[in-house]
């Protein structure tokens, strides 16, 4: 746009002189056609200097609209990454409360396990607190057999006793209960 505003100025320059040299020959009609040349050509300008200053101030409004793009961006990207880091917790939480539950229940096979070991091994063997467990078997009715085996299960006596007392009760002629 500069260009054009000094070829405009460069025309107008020789203009001036073209109007002195008319004006010194008596051609008044010449003179005032260049003269309307000249108005046209400044105009000209004028307008060059306008759309000069719009574009200026187009550019200043993109510039800032470009920062201000760039600082959402910048916001957005963090958000994304905060959003993302929270999924990923969340996630990680799911996984774990999930693992929990997996252990748990590898946990209890492997308790399942050693109570099983522990009750193939004679009743002398097992811990007081595992003597003492009383276990409860479904009766229908009154069962003396029954009530005399859960009563020495409860007591602590060892299975070398537990089958005596059964056998006691089935020569007597009494069959437990099951």
């Not at 800032?64 to 917790?89: A, K, P, Q, R, T």
């Amino acid at each position: 746009m500069r260009l054009q505003e000094m070829d405009v100025e460069g025309e107008e320059k020789s203009l001036h002189r073209t109007i002195r040299e008319a004006v010194k020959r008596n051609d008044i009609v010449s003179a005032r056609a260049l003269a309307r040349e000249i108005v046209s050509s400044r105009k000209a300008v004028k307008r060059l200097q306008n759309n000069k200053a719009q574009l200026s101030s187009l550019s200043m409004h993109v510039g800032e609209s470009i920062v201000m793009m760039l600082h959402l961006y910048n916001i957005l990207h963090f958000f994304f990454i905060d959003e993302g880091m929270i999924e990923e917790m969340v996630n990680d939480a799911v996984d774990t409360a999930l693992d929990t539950e997996d252990i748990e229940k590898e946990t209890e096979e492997e308790v399942n396990k050693v109570l099983a070991e522990i009750a193939g091994e004679t009743g002398s063997q097992h811990p007081e607190s595992v003597r003492k467990v009383k276990i409860e078997l479904p009766t229908q009715g009154a069962c003396p057999a029954s009530e005399a085996h859960k009563k020495t299960i409860a007591e602590g006596a060892d299975e070398e006793e537990e089958l005596e007392q059964l056998r006691v009760t089935t020569v007597k002629g009494v069959a437990p209960c099951s």
